[in-house]
């Protein structure tokens, strides 16, 4: 590989590399623990971080709580910026939720203490999660 010249057309390159040189994760490490824990997957199979990756296999990433599918159109082995990264792969991804479908978490006043039986009940009620009230 020249120096100056990141992206290439052939060859192979460990899965967690290309992940981190593309921008998918902040560091090599991350993008290795992701593999170690399964949260990486090519062409539908479990990947390993040392596994060969090669132009047009399908990589499935689960990280920071978002799924990203991504196909590989560049094989890269150095970390780019920004805008070579995003013609190594074509994203197809689905889109993130919106920020009103997250979770929203009840808000106690402080200093109200822990919730009564009482409450705990009226909360499971209003959420669904438990018994209907008689």
Do not use: Y
């Not at 990433?61 to 074509?90: M, Q, T, Y």
């Amino acid at each position: 590989m020249v120096s100056g010249e990141a992206p290439q057309a052939a060859g192979s390159v460990r899965v967690d590399v290309w992940i981190w040189s593309v921008r998918l994760t902040k560091t090599r490490a991350q993008a290795a623990a992701a593999c170690r824990a399964g949260h990486v997957k090519v062409a539908g199979e479990r990947a390993k971080p040392a596994q060969a990756l090669h132009v047009g296999d399908e990589v499935r990433l689960r990280h920071a709580g978002r799924d990203r599918v991504v196909v590989v159109s560049k094989i890269v082995k150095k970390r780019v910026g920004p805008p070579v990264a995003a013609e190594c792969f074509v994203d197809n991804s689905p889109p993130p939720p919106p920020r009103e479908a997250a979770i929203q978490v009840p808000v106690r006043d402080r200093g109200t203490g822990r919730p009564t039986k009482r409450d705990r009940r009226e909360m499971e009620r209003l959420r669904g999660d438990g018994p209907p009230a008689e």
